[in-house]
């Protein structure tokens, strides 16, 4: 019964900033991944940032690195995403994802092996 809860999401202008949380319950594990994924109308999901809870070590993709940045709190099974200088083409649906038992994998371009997802938040960006 894992469950994932993000919140945060909310219209800004450009270059303006939002922070998202995503609460995680129903697991114990010391070990886990907890990744951001966005989603856009019309196209493919793409991962976004992702924190190993066993060294607190991130990742991000090319189109956030610099201005967004990903944290955890171990203690409440919560990560988060500060998202900085926001742009039009960061306006999706934001979900956060949680691989148990592992760390980050990045391959082909994405995060895999998530075994459980949120239903997501809505950030739009526009003037």
């Known amino acids: 019964q894992v469950q994932l809860v993000e919140s945060g999401g909310s219209s800004v202008q450009p270059g303006g900033s939002l922070r998202l949380s995503c609460a995680a319950s129903?697991?114990?594990?010391?070990?886990?991944?907890i990744a951001w994924f966005r989603q856009a109308p019309g196209k493919e999901r793409e991962g976004v940032s992702c924190?190993?809870?066993?060294?607190?070590?991130?990742h991000y993709a090319d189109s956030v690195k610099g201005r967004f940045t990903i944290s955890g709190d171990n203690a409440k099974n919560t990560a988060y995403l500060q998202m900085n200088s926001l742009k039009p083409e960061d306006t999706a649906v934001y979900y956060c994802?949680?691989?148990?038992?592992?760390?980050?994998?990045?391959?082909?371009?994405?995060?895999?092996?998530?075994?459980?997802w949120g239903k997501g938040t809505l950030v739009t960006v526009s003037s």
């Open positions: 994802a949680v691989a148990l038992g592992v760390r980050c994998s990045w391959r082909g371009g994405d995060y895999y092996g998530m075994d459980y």
């Open positions: 129903g697991f114990t594990l010391d070990v886990y991944a």
């Open positions: 924190i190993s809870s066993s060294d607190g070590s991130t």
